[in-house]
T-cell receptor, first 110, second 112 residues
């Protein structure tokens, strides 16, 4: 059975902290994605990766970076968290044209 | 760069009724997909329809695609309270790199 896991369901951080969100998939997928989801704005693509060490900016990469050192793991990094990064973060990987999503991480930045 | 736009934004129906959600998009696509999201959870893939298909069924789901109008509809028949969720369409644009473009979703409430 397909599985995408995210390191935390809920996270509370302070402004200025460095935040790591981890995503792991067990399907040997090449493509992985990070989205943020906000009310009224839908899903917006932050970054995606099409192979190990390969990454490409999405629609809203500002304030974020990513790391893909192993095929199964794709990390989203908030270098210096700000309150406007409070959001639901969703990770996904692609298999056979469809995306498989993790359960999401709800991040609150105080 | 939102491409899919769902309509309506919210829909409330009684159990047993049918629910229809629509999606419009702007550019040529390889396929269009529908996803479901229960409150506070990740999205789950429901159905994919390719650009050369006009209709597809999966259980109580029926999806249509009209590429000339750049629109799609999702019909859920005989709805149940458990169908309460948000539904998103996502398009796979031609020439893209497996990046799907999601709409803002339709929030469906099925009242028992």
């Amino acid at each position: 059975d397909v599985k995408v896991t995210q390191s935390s369901r809920y996270l509370v951080k302070r402004t200025g902290e460095k935040v790591f969100l981890e995503c792991v998939q067990d399907m040997d997928h090449e493509n992985m994605f990070w989205y943020r989801q906000d009310p009224g704005l839908g899903l917006r693509l932050i970054y995606f990766s099409y192979d190990v060490k390969m990454k490409e900016k999405g629609d809203i990469p500002e304030g974020y970076s990513v790391s893909r050192e192993k095929k199964e793991r794709f990390s989203l990094i908030l270098e210096s968290a700000s309150t406007n990064q409070t959001s639901m973060y969703l990770c996904a990987s692609t298999g056979l044209e469809t995306q498989y999503f993790g359960p999401g991480t709800r991040l609150l930045v105080l | 760069s939102q491409q899919g736009e769902e309509d309506p934004q919210a829909l409330s129906i009684q159990e047993g009724e049918n629910a229809t959600m629509n999606c419009s998009y702007k550019t040529s696509i390889n396929n269009l997909q529908w996803y479901r999201q229960n409150s506070g959870r990740g999205l789950v893939h429901l159905i994919l329809i390719r650009s050369n298909e006009r209709e597809k069924h999966s259980g109580r789901l029926r999806v249509t695609l009209d590429t000339s109008k750049k629109s799609s509809s999702l019909l859920i028949t005989a709805s149940r309270a458990a169908d309460t969720a948000s539904y998103f369409c996502a398009t796979d644009p031609q020439g893209g790199s497996e990046k799907l473009v999601f709409g803002k979703g339709t929030k469906l409430t099925v009242n028992p």
